[in-house]
Each structure stands twice: as structure tokens, then as C-alpha cells.
């Protein structure tokens, strides 16, 4: 982990990369509080981002819905990893329309809605769509405008943004209620991870992030991971973050993945299955729950599987 702080410890050397967040007005004050008062009537929307492809993102965020889903919320899913959309991919489906037929003036939100398997809805990103990381002002407006209109379908809207710190990115997270970060152990992720904090709490004025640790093998590596990132960014971003929850690295999960049904459904009885579980309760009731390895958890230990 020495490596990976001064990894972090590098990235806020460039202290020029994003803007200072704006200082609201105090005749502002009472607006802004009536707005947020209005505007929290609606159902709760939730981006999965991560600083590196990768990591889990997307296969998260389906399996999240699923898992809610079983708790009785209505969910959807946007996806808006522009250029490198997967959810349909991950569902085994395949969609004729995406997010961005909605820039058409004839097309209607629930045009592009999709009922997909396992009781997830969602709108498709559409594979390949390179030329939407660079969307106008103008579009951003109207897609946002449009998707609107989701508040009527969802108790819990999960937007799976891309990966990294561009300027959709951050505008899908900075605009969603709570945002979580996913992570692996790999010293690369956690820098790209750190990366994300740091453009994030400085264009947000209320930062509300989580993190989602992935792939690890055992709760010291949890408590090393989120030791790190957690005291980094409270002392050079003044950011508190906690760890909503984790995913045990779990063969079962590689298996669903190239199966193309999430292991929600396919294996619920899973390692993985549980924690992602876990942290649909930890959404729900807001509190990070912990899951026990059992017998198999500590044959993997042992003979390092």
C-alpha cells in the first residue's frame, strides 16, 4: 500500500485540474433549501461510477437492481456509459433503440424504456456510440429533460455512468443523489479511484459518495483498501467517504458473467450474490452489513483460492 499512497499523494500535487466548487449566496439560502425540499419527493437516483474500466462497474449496477428489485423497490437502470454501454450485453439482450434516440423530437420516454429479464427495466446505452462522449450542452439538456420522466416509474434510478473523470461522467454523477464508487485492490484502480473523489468533490457543493470494494480476498485487504482511499481523501480533499460494502472474489461470478445471467439469478446462493445483497440492505436501511465467509470462505483462505 506504500506505492498506492504516494500514488495518491502525486495526484493532488495538480491542484489546477478542476474548479473550485462555487460558494453559494446567502440570500440564496431559503431558494436553495426549498428546492431541495421539492425536489426530494422523488425517487432516489443513485450513479455507479468507477475511475478505471474494468473493475465490475456495470455487472454491479445489474445485479444491484435485481437485488433490489427482490426487496420490492421498482428500479431502473440508465445506462450512460457512453461508447462501452453493456447492460443488455450482461442481460442477454439486445435493444433496436438507446439513451440517445431520445435527442430525437418524436421519441418518448417510454419509446426507449425496456422490460428486460429477471424484472429489470432499463434504457439502453447502445454499444459503440463513440460520438455521444461528446454531446452539446444542448443535448445534455434534452436527454435530461426527458429522462425526467422516469420519476413516475421508480422508487430507485441506477445510472451507470463510464468510467473516469470526463465531463459526462462527472455530469451523470454530480446530478445523482448518491454516488458509488467501485474499486478493486489493484494499485491502478485505486489511484483512478482517488482521481474520481478529486474531480468529484470539487464540482459538487453536498458530496454524498460511497465506496464498493471488488474482487477482494479476505477483510484485512478490505480494511487496507478503504483505510487508504478514506484517510487520502479526508486529508488532502477533506472528503469523508465510507465503504458501503464489498464482493468476494468468487469464480461463480466470472462463470455468470460469461453466461450472461446475472448470478442474482443464476446463483443466488453465492459469496458474491450475498454481498451484493449486503448492499442493496445497506442502501435500503443505510448501513454497511457484513457477510460471514462460512466453511467454504475459509478453505479459500487457507489454500489461497
Not at 472474489?249 to 443464476?266: A, E, F, L, T, Y
Request: glycine share 8%; with cysteine.
Amino acid at each position: 500500500m506504500n506505492d498506492q499512497a504516494a500514488n495518491l499523494r502525486r495526484l493532488v500535487e495538480d491542484k489546477n485540474v478542476y474548479p473550485e466548487p462555487p460558494i453559494p449566496k446567502e440570500t440564496d439560502e431559503k431558494e436553495k433549501i426549498s428546492k431541495i425540499k421539492a425536489e426530494s419527493k422523488g425517487p432516489r437516483t443513485i450513479a455507479i461510477t468507477s475511475g478505471k474500466g474494468g473493475v465490475g462497474k456495470t455487472n454491479l449496477t445489474v445485479n444491484l437492481a435485481i437485488a433490489l428489485g427482490n426487496m420490492g423497490k421498482r428500479v431502473i437502470i440508465i445506462d450512460a456509459d457512453m461508447g462501452m454501454a453493456n447492460v443488455d450485453i450482461l442481460l442477454g439482450t439486445s435493444s433496436r433503440v438507446n439513451l440517445m434516440n431520445l435527442l430525437d423530437p418524436d421519441v418518448a420516454l417510454e419509446d426507449v424504456l425496456l422490460r428486460g429479464p429477471y424484472g429489470v427495466s432499463y434504457i439502453s446505452g447502445g454499444s459503440g456510440m463513440e460520438h455521444a462522449a461528446e454531446m452539446t450542452a444542448t443535448e445534455r439538456e434534452v436527454l435530461f429533460n426527458k429522462l425526467g420522466a422516469c420519476e413516475d416509474w421508480a422508487d430507485i434510478i441506477l445510472v451507470d455512468t463510464g468510467a473516469g473523470i470526463g465531463k459526462n461522467v462527472l455530469d451523470f454523477i454530480v446530478s445523482a443523489d448518491e454516488v458509488l464508487l467501485v474499486t478493486t485492490p489493484e494499485p491502478t484502480a485505486l489511484t483512478d479511484a482517488y482521481a474520481v473523489m478529486k474531480g468529484y468533490s470539487r464540482t459538487t457543493e453536498n458530496p454524498n459518495l460511497k465506496l464498493v470494494v471488488n474482487r477482494v480476498i479476505d477483510e484485512p485487504e478490505i480494511r487496507e483498501v478503504v483505510g487508504t482511499l478514506s484517510r487520502t481523501a479526508a486529508k488532502f480533499l477533506k472528503l469523508s467517504v465510507e465503504c458501503i460494502g464489498y464482493i468476494y472474489d468468487d469464480q461463480m461470478m466470472v462463470k455468470s458473467v460469461r453466461s450472461q445471467v446475472p448470478i442474482m439469478s443464476g446463483h443466488p446462493e453465492a459469496i458474491s450474490a450475498r454481498c451484493i445483497a449486503s448492499i442493496a440492505s445497506g442502501l435500503v436501511n443505510g448501513r454497511q452489513e457484513k457477510i460471514k465467509l462460512g466453511w467454504r470462505g475459509f478453505l479459500r483462505r487457507l489454500f489461497r483460492k
